[in-house]
């Protein structure tokens, strides 16, 4: 198949499994074209079976914002066209979705049937698309979509709770290479590169997201500060966005800066995960929790929120710890306590990596994708 892909190509969870997904595909000899702003950063542009196409924005006096959604809608049909395309991907609803419907209108009135596919991520659903002001665009063009799939049942009953949507919905969750995200074999090899982030006798929590306010990075601080008074220990963070300037403050002032790590963007962080103990993800709100997904796949448990999507990945006990939003008490107890008992812990790493083989590993997954692909232009 010939499949467009249209994603956020900055730092986030649908950016990077939108783009993930065309490297799978591609990997299994099709042909993907990422039509975007902007290249998605985890692309190398060396990829085999992949191309990327640059949506051009002009900017007129008479415009006060750019009209991103109409170039987009443009770029897409004429990438459909001049390519061959069987299908259009979208992730994220707004707009990517409205424009892909203007995209498939613009090639109908030429006699060409362009199917395109919706995948439900989150916000797009939980946040900007119950804004009173996109409320109804995103309704229509999720009804009007030829497929959609939402990355969790959480997700899917939301939407069809919030947005009266009729339409049939397939849940297909986010997944993981397990042969990229992998735990290190090399005992050795994991020691030397956990001596460049902490001591050997110290614990490595590790933190992963955009910094948006909804991740609570304050309050993985909180956690970590309150743990680092009991245990020697060390927090890694990985990545970037508006909340930042908040924690590297917060820092300062609990006087445990030097413990902390700010590694900003990370481009390889399946080099990174598997260097930790824990990772911390206190979110006020998960659709499904890529970076546990992550994590796990590396032997990493979780200390997450009982929330959203979570707990369909996260089993309670077994794979990780969940508790309420908010409980930095609880959280800190949880991995001191996991930190306590190298047994336990164990038994978590292990049950992680298991789950992330058996249920949301890229060869279980993308070919899910793959087969409703096939229905929807089957259905044409």
Known sequence: MRIGITCYPTYGGSGVVATELGIELAAMGHEVHFISYSQPFRLSGRDQGIFYHEVPVSSYPLFEFPPYDLALA?????????????????????????????????????????????????????????????????????????????????????????FGVTRGIEVIPNFVNCDVYT??????????????????????????????????????????AKVVRETPAQLVLVGDGPERSAAEWLARDL????????????????????????????????????????????????????????????????????????DIEAMAQGALGLLGDRARLEAMREAGRKTAQTRFCSTLVVPHYVRYYESVIGSQ
């Open 183 to 224: 735990p290190l074999k090399d005992e050795a090899a994991r020691a030397e590169a956990r001596r460049r982030l902490a001591e050997p006798h110290e614990a490595i929590f590790m933190h992963l997201s955009n910094f948006r306010r909804v991740k609570r990075v304050t309050d993985v601080v909180k956690v970590f």
């Open 74 to 162: 443009s770029r897409m049909a004429e990438v459909a066209e001049f390519n061959g395309l069987d299908l259009l991907h979208v992730h994220y609803a707004i707009p990517h979705s409205v424009s892909a419907l203007l995209a498939r209108q613009m090639l109908g009135a030429r006699g060409r049937r362009l199917p395109f596919v919706t995948t439900l991520h989150g916000t797009d659903i939980t946040l900007v698309g119950l804004d009173r002001s996109y409320l109804p665009i995103t309704r229509y063009a999720i009804q009007e979509s030829d497929g959609v799939t939402s990355i969790s049942t959480y997700l899917k009953d939301k939407t069809v709770q919030d």
């Open 255 to 326: 006087a445990i800066a030097e413990k902390i790590h700010f590694l900003g963007k990370q481009e390889q962080v399946n080099e990174l995960l598997p260097l930790a103990d824990l990772l911390l993800m206190p979110s006020e709100l998960e659709s499904f929790g890529l970076a546990a997904l992550e994590a796990m796949a590396c032997k990493v448990p979780s200390i997450a929120t009982r929330v959203g999507g979570v707990p369909e990945l996260i089993d309670d006990g077994v794979t990780g710890l969940l508790y309420p939003v908010g």
